[in-house]
């Protein structure tokens, strides 16, 4: 199915992550988005529908902690699926979702962060945790730390998951429509392997260009995506991996199963 830059830039017109997302949930959202291994082995999963609730919380508590529009938010998350609401819900307000590699030492956390200007981390664990407390004087940015699994005390600004879960879901519709095409959909760092890490800028109207191409490329019709089985688990800081299975099920419908680690993949 050939197809011009031109021709897909005027498909593409207007669409943003956040309005196909909603697009998706509204065609499909008593199908499985997401899947993963429980601590006890056993299996979790949730809908699409399900999925849009966790984003409305979620955003509606990140709201409650100043993010808006413009803002970032850092993320350093395995692949789980938490990173998956966490980054929609960042999404939804008209702000950026960055995920940085889970291998950063303090002195790159630090670099990435206040890069980026983050505004808002979210982290996975005390491990990840110690890393930001490490260097927090040098990320004046920051404001406040959002802890997935509950630990030691660290530094006085760190909050509970709950601050991402308890609040009363916001509109989801209402706060797709701020983000706008050229906005800042994402920030992918390169290794630093030639000096500092760069920071590539995606914008939405990039990324839906890229999705409606792999439609194109793969001579799908719209529906042939949805349901299709796949295993992520690669760092969402990686673009192929968040390009595939991340965007492929906010826009193909994509069942995504989430790996923390590589030597999971065959249990």
């Known amino acids: 199915m050939n197809s011009t830059d ?24 008593d199908r499985r988005a997401l899947r993963w291994m429980e601590p006890d082995e056993s299996w979790g999963e949730m809908t699409f529908a399900e999925l849009a609730d966790q984003v409305a919380r979620a955003a509606a ?6 993010v808006g529009p413009g803002d970032r938010v850092v993320m350093m998350l395995r692949n789980i699926p938490e990173f998956h609401w966490v980054d929609l819900a960042t999404v939804v ?3 950026t979702p ?9 002195e790159q956390v630090a670099y990435l962060a206040g890069h980026a200007d983050a505004k808002v981390a979210v982290v996975e664990d005390d491990g ?3 890393r930001f407390d490490k260097v927090r004087d040098q990320i004046p940015s920051l404001q406040a730390i959002v802890r997935l699994r509950d630990g030691g005390a660290g530094s006085a600004d760190v909050l509970p998951w709950s601050t991402l879960t308890d609040h009363e879901p916001l509109d989801l519709a209402e706060a797709a429509a701020i983000a706008r095409p050229d906005d800042l959909a994402t920030i992918i760092y390169t290794s630093g392997t ?10 939405h109207a990039n990324l839906c260009w890229t999705g409606e191409s792999l ?14 089985r796949l295993v992520s688990y690669l760092p969402m800081a990686h673009i192929a991996e968040r390009m595939v299975s991340h965007y492929g ?6 069942d995504v199963t989430t790996c923390p680690d590589t030597s999971l993949i065959a249990s």
């Open 98 to 106: 960055i995920s940085i590699y889970n291998s950063s030492s303090p």
């Open 215 to 228: 439609y194109r490329s793969f001579e799908w019709e719209r529906e042939k995506g949805v349901g299709i």
């Open 128 to 130: 990840f945790l110690e």
């Open 93 to 95: 307000l008209g702000a």
């Open 61 to 66: 508590g990140l709201r409650a902690l100043g």
């Open 249 to 254: 099920m906010v826009f193909f419908g994509y």
């Open 194 to 203: 030639t000096g500092k890490p760069k920071g590539v800028m995606l914008s």
């Open 6 to 29: 031109q021709e897909i830039r005027e498909l593409v017109a207007g669409q943003t992550v956040a309005s196909e997302f909603l697009a998706t949930v509204e065609r499909i959202g």
